[in-house]
């Protein structure tokens, strides 16, 4: 395995806003059933901006890292640029990661988009799977979303998906995984 960056070394010795929100306002929990990695990020938003974000993660140094990288990311953006944060954005904000922890990434990116979801759904808004909050296939979108599960299902031998790794733009799918 190829060793890790030393900002990846950084973050996991140093983890940035780890712990709990008091009363979030948009809560994100994955986890990968394969690895065994789980996280969970909170998000607290004023003005349609993320001012704090704190996370919980069980899992490798990589995973960790990740989701330390993540919330120094997301705070102080609007949640319409927190939404354009990409798995790669993450591995590159930490000097890459070796392609066998790509994985961690892309369960950022979901945590990160399902604390978003959360929020928007507790505003009474809906996103759209492909991360558009208006967007005009969300049935193509849907579907393409369930095709890629059932596939990455059907290729690693699960009964069902393991959250929404690779759901970018209407199906470009970005994400590097390893075992």
Do not use: W
Request: negative net charge; hydrophobic residues 35%; charged residues 30%.
């Amino acid at each position: 395995m190829e060793p890790y960056s030393e900002k990846v070394m950084d973050h996991v010795r140093n983890p940035r806003n780890v712990g709990e929100i008091a009363d979030p306002d948009g809560v994100g929990e994955v986890g990968n059933p394969v690895c065994g990695d789980m996280m969970r990020l909170g998000i607290k938003v004023r003005d349609n901006r993320i001012v704090d974000a704190k996370f919980q993660t069980f899992g490798c140094g990589a995973a960790i890292a990740v989701s330390s990288m993540l919330t120094e990311m997301v705070i102080g953006k609007t949640i319409e640029e927190a939404l354009r944060i990409s798995n790669r954005m993450v591995a590159e904000a930490l000097n890459g990661l070796p392609p066998v922890k790509m994985h961690c990434s892309a369960l950022g990116e979901d945590a990160l988009r399902a604390a978003i979801r959360d929020y928007l759904s507790r505003q009474g808004c809906e996103l759209c799977v492909c991360g558009e909050l208006d967007c005009p296939h969300r049935q193509d979108c849907e579907d393409r979303r369930r095709t890629r599960e059932k596939a990455h299902a059907a290729a690693h031998g699960h009964a069902h998906g393991h959250g929404e790794h690779g759901d970018d733009k209407h199906g470009d799918d970005e994400t590097e995984e390893g075992a």
